[in-house]
């Protein structure tokens, strides 16, 4: 019989060697794809218990398209610093023993549509019973009201809907999407800032509450510079923030540059450190306005005079003078002295894809630094040390995995 006695809230996962601003503070990952895994793994990051929990299917990240063959590149990225409990919710011991996890969470996330939760009886009606301290985070499309409110949303989706296409052009009439799913990622610190927030929330009141974050509000937020219409202005109003012309990636001798010559004494040290001095003192070039207005005379110019050096050189040139950076590729930071002085790279075991290198932390803190990071988990890798941690006895394990409880 399970034994119904509390375990603490001390964790014995791996990297749990270092307190964070979070340590003590148990979540329950029952989310997939990127945006509620990586809040997550946010919340990992600042030494939060992190056990993601899914369903019998897996996350779908894991058949993301990826070169590795053991693993998706997605899961291994957005999933760090967790532990694996395979749990099928739709079978009745499925759910009791979930709600045996939510009397010792302090949070739990999930990516359901608005519909779902309740016909799984997670809602957070149902479970505030079960815990009236849970910080209970939901994490949507388009939020849990209105005609879309069970449209499942996705990245690239919520990018056309809100306008990040149609701005990310070079024209109206040619929209593009900003790869990277940058919604998503947005989200995820959405999620990790509202459920910080509930935290800190409950230890005034005592209560737990329903946080909610939506790709719509995350697309609408992250182009807050954006979203504004003054009473009177038409409708087609300039919103791109773009300078143009000379601020923008340029070719070279080789690779590429990106330039940002704004401000008087950028321009002006631009022109110098280029060799085209007589710009900066051309009363035609004057202001971002004109120099963008201009873009056709400056910029050959400028090109003409960038391809007498690498990209790499010209950012030796320009050095602090001139912002500006070569084009690299995501590889090139592995090994880049910043990144590697920051200490951003970890390497990290993982008993499939073997060691792989990957982001370490993404915030710092000089008092709680937080632990070590670890893999992302196999699914259900630590099922059987979960559910012992939370008072199962053996027996009761070995009944759940012979329903098929735990999968396969």
């Known amino acids: 019989m399970m034994n119904q006695s509390n375990a603490s809230n001390t964790s014995n996962a791996p990297g749990a060697d270092m307190a964070g601003p979070l340590s003590g503070i148990r979540v ?4 997939s794809y990127i945006a509620g895994p990586y809040g997550c793994t946010l919340l990992a990051d600042l030494g939060a218990e992190v056990i993601k929990i899914e369903s019998p299917a897996g996350d779908t990240l894991h058949k993301y398209p990826s070169t590795l063959a053991q693993e998706s590149r997605a899961f291994l990225g957005v999933n760090r610093s967790k532990r694996g409990l395979v749990l099928d919710l739709k079978k009745a011991e499925g759910l009791a023993a979930l709600k045996t996890l939510v009397l010792q969470a302090d949070v739990l996330v999930h990516n359901f549509r608005p519909s779902v939760p309740a016909r799984l009886g997670i809602a957070w009606e149902q479970l505030k019973q079960v815990n009236p301290r849970l910080v209970y985070c939901a994490v949507t499309g388009y939020g849990e009201t209105g005609p879309l409110k069970d449209k499942a949303g996705y990245d690239q989706v919520l990018q056309a809907m809100t306008g990040i296409c149609a701005l ?7 929209p593009e999407i900003a790869y990277g799913s940058i919604v998503d990622y947005y989200a995820a610190s959405m999620l990790a800032f509202g459920v910080s927030s509930a935290l800190l929330c409950r230890e005034r009141t005592g209560r737990g509450q329903h946080v909610g974050v939506s790709l719509l509000r995350s ?16 409708r087609d109003v300039s919103r791109d923030m773009r300078s143009g012309g000379v601020t923008g990636i340029h070719p070279t ?6 330039l940002s010559a704004n401000t008087p004494h950028f321009w002006r040290d631009l022109c110098e450190l280029a060799g085209m001095p007589e710009l900066a003192s051309d009363p035609r070039y004057d202001t ?14 400028l090109r003409q005079a960038l391809a007498a050096r690498s990209a790499l050189e010209w950012e030796e040139v320009f050095g602090e003078r001139v912002p500006c950076a070569a084009v690299r590729s995501i590889e090139d930071m592995f090994d880049h002295p910043q990144v590697l002085a920051e200490d951003m790279v970890a390497t990290l075991p993982h008993p499939l894809v073997g060691s792989y290198r990957g982001l370490n932390k993404p915030i710092t803190f000089s008092d709680t630094p937080g632990p070590t990071a670890f893999a992302a988990p196999l699914p259900g890798q630590h099922s059987v040390a979960i559910l012992e941690q939370h008072g199962y006895s053996r027996e009761d394990i070995e009944r759940l995995q012979a329903l098929g409880v735990l999968g396969q």
């Open 28 to 31: 329950l990952d029952l989310s």
């Open 168 to 174: 990310q052009g070079k024209s109206a009439e040619a």
């Open 219 to 234: 697309a609408l937020a992250m182009q807050s510079a954006r979203f504004i219409w003054a009473e009177g202005e038409e």
């Open 253 to 258: 001798r080789e690779g590429s540059l990106y």
């Open 288 to 301: 971002v306005r004109k120099r963008a207005e201009a873009a056709g005379e400056i910029v050959p110019r």
